[in-house]
């Protein structure tokens, strides 16, 4: 069936559109006979039949790959007006040209046939709608991706056989340029020092916040590269910021290694559920290419890891260790693990708007695993037994650290001054270049002259107010180290008590000299109550187990101890509460709850609170109300008995119990009275004489 067979009256009152595309910007701009063959597609349509104003030329997707349709618009038109009837033919000059995924090809094609649009290339006309045509299509469809999946695996398989020799060039980070086929340090001074001066800050402030800001207060600039457009492979000078410091630290390329494989592209599904393809860091062990010692670097690879160590546990949204040493009054903020769940513990305050704090392991009951925190102690105690220990271990090595810090305060010193004078320099050479352009230039020619004039101007002025910078910056911070304040520090060294209690040491300071010592600390519960033991491990790998003892609650701390109480329980078997308080005041004791004397309401408060008896009567002696019993009489009868001396009753102390001892002899006398009593038993006679 020939071409013209195929289009009837219904595919020309319809529009034909010609759609054009080329997969990058370079093919566009180098490869134009492609695109030249398209556009004449335009001259095709119109000997088949569609008059000129009925043709539409979708060109909006020059430069986009057809591996997708998320980025095409014009692709997304043209299914639009496919699926609404309004197109009688496409054309293109091959299957790829409209698309390299099976599925929007397939979904293309079915609407096709419902809506009745043929698809023209330079091979033939196709109706999707027939089954052979369909098949056909199908098939081209199916080689264009094929075909996109090889072109990508052979650039892909020469690229990783390029990088497994170290060849295979990519854009260099700064600090770094070609020479030849080799990488090599910029010979430009300034942008070494830049390089160099933010490795040291890390290392000093432990974090790259901390490395921007003190960046910052230094006054100096951070070199940028500029790729495409005017100002390609030039440097641009700038403000350092947080990003470029944590990009920097992460590149291998610094520590002299070559990688390739950092990245990776994965497709994901984006809000609106269309498919992105985005990158993704690569773990360092699956990296596909590593040369260690490739070119020179600014840092070794030890130091590049640790780096990298240090990066990761300063991370706060993570269950890692230590964390940088940061404000606050928790001295083992970020150094604690619990021993029961293995995680970070945290800092909570508690009591009275939060001014007591405590550390607390919570993951447990944040996962719903308990109904409560696994650890909750008060950072008080904690802190002073680590503080003791730590000052005990510090003291034999004041002397040597106190030099060492010296030593790298000047050091730090002079490569400030350095970068500065990098800084001056290249001023100075601005001014050069700006007067020998000047001189150079016709005096006739005023328009030019005026001009390089100018900027000879605006450039010894910059070179002025950069060495009024930094002679303010040079009074402000960089201040020369005395004889005199050698020998202050040496003497302060000596006493390093003194310099952990001072005023001008701040937590910080105190938290980054203990991460120096110590790697972290497990806390576990002890086997008695209150009492908790620390797990040190030493930066060293040595480990010290530490017992400390929790603060007691209030009412257990007035609470009189267990042996105060069994003194009382002893005494009691003999003496009254008077002799008992007598007795205690002799051995000193005081009250815990006033630090008064004792006195007798507190002996029958914890004779009541313990159930300690009051002194028994002596053996075989009877109280008032055990004669009351025995004889069936009332107690104002008894105590008629002791009063008048009819029975013997002994009394301790006014007031106290009496112990009445009753014989055979007495007890039928007092029977035989109680009988003959006409008191007691008045229905009988009195008894006469």
């Not at 390329?253 to 498919?275: C, D, N, T």
């Not at 290419?289 to 240090?310: K, L, P, S, T």
């Not at 069994?566 to 005081?590: F, M, S, Y």
Request: glycine letters at 8%; aromatic letters at 8%.
């Amino acid at each position: 069936m020939t071409m013209m067979s195929k289009i009837a009256d219904r595919h020309l009152s319809r529009q034909a559109c010609i759609y054009i595309r080329q997969s990058t910007l370079a093919q566009v701009r180098s490869n134009q006979e492609s695109t030249d063959r398209q556009y004449n597609l335009l001259n095709k349509a119109r000997s088949l039949g569609w008059n000129p104003e009925q043709i539409r030329i979708l060109d909006r997707d020059l430069g986009q790959s057809g591996a997708a349709a998320t980025k095409r618009a014009d692709f997304k038109t043209l299914v639009g007006d496919v699926a609404m009837g309004q197109i009688g033919a496409i054309f293109a000059l091959e299957a790829s040209r409209l698309a390299r995924s099976n599925q929007d090809w397939h979904r293309l094609l079915e609407l096709c046939a419902i809506t009745g649009t043929l698809v023209i290339d330079e091979d033939g006309c196709y109706d999707p709608a027939e089954f052979n045509d369909s098949l056909v299509l199908g098939m081209k469809g199916t080689f264009a991706q094929a075909e996109l999946h090889i072109i990508r695996a052979r650039l892909h398989g020469g690229k990783l056989n390029k990088a497994s020799r170290g060849e295979l060039r990519f854009p260099l980070p700064v600090g770094f340029v070609f020479e030849g086929d080799k990488i090599a340090l910029d010979p430009d001074q300034e942008v070494q020092g830049a390089v160099r001066m933010v490795f040291d800050l890390f290392e000093r402030e432990g974090t790259a916040y901390g490395a921007v800001r003190r960046f910052q207060e230094l006054g100096l600039r951070f070199p940028r590269r500029s790729y495409g457009g005017a100002w390609n492979g030039k440097l641009l000078w700038g403000r350092l910021t947080h990003s470029r410091v944590l990009g920097i630290l992460a590149n291998p390329s610094y520590a002299g290694a070559y990688v390739f494989g950092r990245y990776q592209s994965s497709k994901q599904v984006g809000p609106s559920g269309e498919i992105v393809t985005r990158l993704r860091p690569v773990p360092q062990k699956a990296w596909r290419v590593v040369i260690r010692d490739h070119h020179e670097g600014y840092i070794d690879w030890d130091r590049f890891v640790a780096n990298r160590h240090r990066l990761s546990a300063n991370r706060t949204n993570v269950d890692s260790l230590a964390g940088p040493a940061r404000e606050g009054l928790c001295l083992l903020q970020g150094m604690l693990l619990c021993g029961e769940c293995g995680r970070r513990l945290t800092v909570r305050y508690k009591g009275n708007g939060g001014l007591y704090p405590m550390y607390q392991c919570l993951w447990k009951h944040r996962e719903g695993l308990t109904s409560r925190a696994c650890l909750d102690v008060s950072s008080t105690p904690l802190d002073n037994v680590i503080t003791d220990r730590a000052v005990n271990a510090i003291t034999p090595m004041t002397i040597e650290l106190a030099l060492a810090a010296l030593t790298s305060l000047e050091e730090r010193d002079r490569e400030i001054g350095a970068q500065w004078r990098r800084r001056i320099e290249r001023a100075r050479y601005d001014v050069d270049l700006a007067e020998r352009r000047y001189e150079a230039v016709d005096p006739g020619n005023r328009l030019i002259a005026a001009t390089l004039e100018q900027r000879w101007n605006e450039a010894m002025q910059r070179l002025h107010d950069l060495e009024a910078e930094l002679a303010a910056f040079e009074r402000q911070v960089m201040r020369a180290v005395t004889a005199e304040q050698k020998r202050q520090i040496l003497e302060l060294a000596g006493d390093f008590p003194r310099l952990w209690a001072a005023s001008t040491t701040t937590p910080r300071d105190r938290k980054r000299i203990l991460r120096l010592l110590v790697r972290d600390i497990t806390v576990t519960k002890g086997p008695e109550p209150k009492v908790v033991r620390l797990h040190v491990r030493w930066q060293g790998g040595e480990i010290e187990t530490l017992r400390v003892p929790l603060p007691q609650k209030r009412a257990d701390a007035i609470r009189y101890p267990t042996p105060f109480v069994e003194r009382i329980r002893q005494l009691a078997v003999n003496h009254h509460d008077d002799e008992i308080v007598t007795l205690l005041r002799n051995e000193g004791h005081k009250s815990t709850t006033t630090g008064r004397p004792i006195t007798s309401g507190t002996i029958k408060w914890l004779r009541y609170k313990h159930r300690i008896q009051a002194p028994q009567p002596p053996e075989g002696s009877l109280s008032v109300r055990q004669v009351r019993e025995r004889y069936d009489v009332s107690l104002s009868v008894v105590h008629y008995w002791i009063d008048r001396g009819i029975i013997p009753a002994l009394q301790r102390k006014p007031n106290a119990p009496y112990a009445i001892t009753i014989d055979n002899e007495l007890d039928r006398r007092l029977r035989e009275w109680i009988a003959n009593s006409a008191h007691l038993h008045p229905s009988f006679p009195t008894p006469t004489a």
